[in-house]
């Protein structure tokens, strides 16, 4: 039988390791936390860093479209402002950017003219919703969202009356969309809508034509109902050959459309681009979008411009 005093010797020794393993443990979760915190502070700084490279990198999608309107009025995917910012150091930073040119997209806030809901523009909406897939009702839900008054101008409009009845309520806005992402508070939009939408559609301040140099096929399919998709393609081509320098060109070409739909709905400039940048820092990225306007040219002709374009709106994520 073994001794007590070697008993309590073993119990002693079991109890200090046990000790010893506890302490090494809280040691080790206190470091990890630790690491996890310094870790967490870098990132922030390095994000903060980031956020301040967004600024110059946004200045130069502005100088591109400075550039573009010493230019004059045209506006085509042939330019320089076209081929985007490749990825270029800033103190250690990398950055990218992208133009759009979002004249050349379906603007839904034309889908109201004048506090009314504007038929024409309904109706190449909905074209463009049914070459998408997309259920073309949702056209009088956005029309509801932007009119002034509270009746459903539509099936699948949307007014308070709606809006009110959800769990969580609210009102319809009754105004202009300023971002797509409004479109989430529309009835029938989700999110995986939205991303169908955005290659095609913007959210524009002014009433706004199509560009034809720069639109996406769709939306010259939904704009011209009449032709047929081997006349688009023709279309397409011939802009990436030629772009069309003026309304009269785009008429000689479109011998079928009516002159007065190319003056209403067509242009071949445009005044509204987003702007979509990346900024990568350390294990940190910044993303930012924006929407900017460019200054037009005197009398809408080539020349000297001193005014840079405006920044519409600026969303950091």
């Given at each position: 039988?073994?001794p007590?005093s070697?008993?309590?010797?073993g119990v002693?020794?079991i109890?200090?390791?046990?000790?010893?393993?506890l302490?090494?443990?809280?040691?080790?979760?206190?470091?990890?936390?630790?690491?996890?915190?310094?870790?967490?502070?870098?990132?922030?700084?390095?994000?903060a860093?980031a956020?301040?490279y967004?600024?110059?990198?946004?200045d130069w999608?502005?100088?591109?479209?400075f550039q573009?309107?010493?230019?004059?009025p045209?506006?085509?995917?042939t330019?320089?402002?076209?081929?985007?910012?490749?990825?270029?150091?800033?103190?250690?930073?990398?950055?990218?950017g992208?133009?759009r040119?979002?004249?050349?997209?379906?603007?839904?806030n034309?889908?109201?003219k004048?506090g009314?809901k504007?038929e024409?523009?309904?109706?190449?909406?909905t074209?463009?919703l049914?070459?998408l897939?997309?259920n073309?009702?949702?056209?009088?839900?956005?029309?509801?969202?932007?009119?002034?008054?509270?009746?459903?101008s539509?099936?699948g409009g949307?007014?308070?009356?709606?809006?009110?009845?959800l769990?969580n309520p609210?009102?319809?806005?009754n105004?202009?969309?300023v971002?797509l992402?409004?479109?989430?508070?529309?009835?029938?939009f989700?999110?995986?809508t939205?991303?169908?939408?955005?290659?095609?559609?913007?959210?524009?301040?002014?009433?706004?034509?199509?560009?034809?140099?720069?639109?996406?096929?769709?939306?010259?399919?939904?704009l011209?109902p009449?032709?047929?998709?081997?006349?688009i393609?023709?279309?397409?081509q011939?802009r990436?050959?030629?772009?069309?320098?003026?309304?009269?060109?785009?008429?000689?070409?479109?011998?079928?459309?009516p002159?007065?739909?190319?003056?209403?709905?067509?242009?071949?400039g445009s005044?509204?681009?987003?702007?979509?940048l990346?900024?990568?820092?350390?294990?940190?990225?910044?993303?930012?979008?924006a929407?900017?306007?460019?200054a037009?040219?005197e009398?809408?002709?080539?020349?000297v411009?001193?005014?840079?374009?405006?920044i519409?709106?600026?969303k950091?994520?």
């Amino acid at each position: 039988m073994m001794p007590r005093s070697m008993k309590q010797h073993g119990v002693a020794i079991i109890t200090a390791l046990l000790v010893v393993m506890l302490a090494a443990s809280i040691a080790a979760f206190m470091l990890a936390q630790q690491s996890q915190a310094l870790t967490r502070t870098e990132r922030a700084a390095e994000r903060a860093q980031a956020t301040l490279y967004a600024a110059p990198t946004l200045d130069w999608a502005r100088s591109a479209l400075f550039q573009l309107q010493k230019s004059g009025p045209r506006v085509d995917l042939t330019q320089p402002w076209a081929q985007g910012l490749n990825a270029i150091p800033i103190d250690g930073a990398i950055a990218s950017g992208a133009l759009r040119d979002d004249g050349g997209l379906f603007n839904l806030n034309n889908l109201v003219k004048l506090g009314v809901k504007s038929e024409a523009d309904v109706l190449l909406f909905t074209r463009l919703l049914k070459q998408l897939k997309l259920n073309p009702a949702l056209a009088y839900a956005v029309v509801d969202w932007i009119d002034s008054d509270d009746e459903t101008s539509g099936s699948g409009g949307a007014e308070n009356s709606t809006y009110l009845s959800l769990p969580n309520p609210y009102r319809a806005a009754n105004q202009n969309l300023v971002q797509l992402e409004e479109l989430a508070r529309v009835r029938g939009f989700d999110a995986a809508t939205i991303i169908r939408l955005r290659p095609f559609v913007t959210a524009l301040p002014l009433r706004t034509p199509v560009n034809i140099n720069t639109a996406p096929q769709e939306v010259l399919t939904a704009l011209f109902p009449t032709m047929a998709e081997d006349e688009i393609t023709a279309l397409v081509q011939r802009r990436q050959a030629k772009p069309f320098a003026d309304k009269a060109a785009v008429k000689e070409f479109l011998k079928k459309i009516p002159p007065g739909t190319i003056d209403e709905n067509i242009d071949t400039g445009s005044a509204f681009f987003s702007v979509y940048l990346a900024i990568g820092n350390g294990g940190s990225q910044v993303r930012q979008s924006a929407l900017l306007q460019r200054a037009p040219t005197e009398g809408g002709a080539p020349g000297v411009v001193t005014k840079w374009p405006s920044i519409i709106w600026v969303k950091t994520d």
